[in-house]
């Protein structure tokens, strides 16, 4: 029966995927994905020799109607994004909202996604928490910043490595040196690292070293 099956693929550690996941990724007509060149590791790592078509923000709207006439066809397709769950700041809710509105089945595997290991070893309250993903780099970030100044859940941001100083001097500016934050970096990699503490504290740490590897910055929510 043709489906549409979200894959999360690991954000670091190869071993960091289910065996379920392995099983549909081999099963799968077609596996649509970001970057061919990397997914391509995952699958020689694991022996899958399902072929590969890429899908990603630049050329979904393109790709859209055909890959969703494929799966009407009777075809079986899997999405996996570069590292953690499709749909999560990566490629795949237009073609989940397209699959759903042409009644076609969608499933989503359970797996790796960033944020959730980083927001328990923050240290910060998780019972409740705001996803906000990436930031936009100029227009709405003053908007958005204004908005979040009364949030008092925990927030949680993905974040380049290159704009990691500036974006903790944005949250200086909106938020207080005083406010607790966490840092993560490498998640499940060999190099990972977990740093807490004051905004300020993190500015001065991060400004004397080299950053490298995907961020999540997970920030303390306004004191009630």
Do not use: W
């Amino acid at each position: 029966m043709s489906k549409l099956y979200l894959v999360p693929t690991p954000i670091g550690n190869l071993e960091d995927i289910t065996l379920r996941a392995i099983r549909i990724l081999k099963e799968v007509d077609l596996i649509l994905c970001e970057d061919t060149r990397q997914s391509k590791q995952l699958l020689v790592h694991y022996e899958i020799k399902t072929s590969l078509s890429s899908f990603h923000l630049h050329n979904e709207h393109k790709k859209l109607s055909s890959i969703v006439e494929q799966i009407k066809a009777g075809r079986t397709m899997a999405l996996i994004s570069d590292a953690g769950t499709p749909g999560i700041s990566d490629p795949g809710f237009l073609l989940v909202r397209e699959c759903i509105k042409e009644g076609l089945e969608v499933e989503t595997l359970a797996g790796a996604t960033a944020f959730v290991p980083a927001l328990i070893n923050s240290g910060l309250p998780s019972q409740r928490f705001s996803f906000e993903g990436f930031l936009p780099q100029k227009k709405g970030l003053k908007t958005r910043m204004e908005g979040l100044q009364t949030e008092e859940r925990t927030m949680i941001f993905y974040e380049s490595p290159f704009r990691l100083l500036k974006t903790l001097d944005l949250f200086i500016q909106y938020f207080g040196s005083d406010r607790h934050a966490s840092v993560s970096r490498e998640i499940s990699k060999f190099y990972e690292e977990n740093q807490r503490g004051t905004l300020l504290e993190l500015k001065n740490y991060f400004s004397q070293k080299t950053i490298k590897g995907e961020i999540v910055i997970v920030l303390a929510g306004k004191e009630a």
